[in-house]
């Protein structure tokens, strides 16, 4: 048992010594992504503008570059169902290739969540957005995490605009319960 101590007094001061670094990050849920939302929509991006806005993260670590990016709109599931088009105003990573590896800054997994899109790439994006006084819109979780905001759909997810819900979407009709996305049918609780 005295060889015990020693060793546990050791493993405690060096758990003291290897202190790491990391900031906190809010996780919304759907219901509350959608209740900040102005606007939730399923687009495309067609254009790419950088600004001269700047910022950084992370403390100065990581710079970010304003940016600018209109969509063509596929869907509303919440907010005003005749538009057609908006503009995004988030800021991308500006962070230089040499301390880039695979997308991925090196040394800093625990960076901010950036987006970026690729214009006319046909990529579509379920996003729960905030509309500004000038009409352009942010993520609902802000411009250092807008990741967790605007979500690339996968194929197999997409097809919540080629089924039965697109009419719906389309007709302006509100679901009244859970649906089956694939087949447009209620879901049996």
């Known amino acids: 048992m005295k060889k015990i101590i020693p060793i546990l007094v050791c ?12 900031r906190s990050i809010i996780i ?9 939302a102005t606007v939730v929509v399923i687009a495309t991006p ?5 600004t001269t806005n700047q910022c950084t993260f992370d403390g100065g670590n990581i710079m970010g570059t304003g940016v600018e990016t209109s969509f063509r709109i596929l869907g509303v599931f919440k907010g005003d169902r005749n538009i057609k088009e908006l503009t995004l105003r988030y800021f991308a990573r500006s962070t230089p290739e040499s301390e880039m590896k695979n997308g991925v800054m090196i040394g800093y997994l625990d960076g901010p969540g950036l987006i970026s899109f690729e ?5 579509q994006y379920l996003m729960f957005l ?7 819109y942010v993520a609902v979780t802000g411009q250092e995490d807008p990741i967790y905001s605007v979500q690339q759909l996968k194929e197999d997810e997409l097809q919540v605009l080629t ?6 979407i389309d007709s302006g009709e509100q679901l009244k ?3 089956n ?9």
């Open 130 to 136: 905030q509309k500004e006084a000038d009409g352009r």
């Open 119 to 123: 214009p006319n790439s046909h990529k």
């Open 181 to 189: 996305f694939n087949t447009g049918k209620p879901l049996n609780h």
């Open 177 to 179: 319960e859970d649906v």
């Open 163 to 168: 089924g039965p819900i697109t009419t719906m």
């Open 46 to 50: 067609t254009t790419v503008t950088a």
């Open 11 to 22: 493993l405690m001061l060096l758990g003291l010594v290897f202190v790491s670094y990391s």
């Open 28 to 36: 919304y849920s759907f219901d509350e992504l959608t209740d900040k």
